[in-house]
């Protein structure tokens, strides 16, 4: 069983950063996908960002493309989410997510879920 503690909301003016961390505790050894994902009041969870382990590959979502750095520290098992040029549209909770198996954009198999980090960007 994996356990995913997220960390590093917060409230923040428009154009600042924040950076998002995940540390993965219990059997991480066979995660293959982590991400971040994230859910304003009234609107459905959405992808943010996510990094496949085996090749390393990126992908995000339009919307934070050029802003946002997903990325980890295998050693520190810990995953990131480097944010800058925050905007009030960013405003949401930030879940972090780990499957053994994830394919495409945002298709993880029975992922862990963390409990959430709020993030509040006022304009």
């Known amino acids: 069983q994996v356990q995913l503690m997220e960390s590093g909301g917060g409230s923040v003016q428009a154009g600042g950063s924040l950076r998002l961390s995940c540390v993965v505790s219990?059997?991480?050894?066979?995660?293959?996908?982590m991400g971040w994902f994230r859910q304003a009041p009234g609107k459905e969870r959405e992808g943010v960002a996510r990094?496949?382990?085996?090749?390393?590959?990126?992908y995000y979502a339009d919307s934070v493309k050029g802003r946002f750095t997903i990325s980890r520290d295998s050693a520190k098992n810990t995953l990131y989410l480097q944010m800058n040029s925050l905007k009030s549209e960013d405003t949401a909770m930030y879940y972090c997510?780990?499957?053994?198996?994830?394919?495409?954009?945002?298709?993880?198999?029975?992922?862990?879920w963390g409990q959430g980090t709020q993030v509040t960007v006022s304009s």
């Open positions: 997510a780990a499957a053994e198996f994830c394919a495409g954009a945002w298709h993880f198999q029975s992922p862990s």
């Open positions: 219990g059997y991480s050894s066979s995660i293959a996908c």
């Open positions: 990094v496949f382990f085996g090749s390393g590959s990126t």
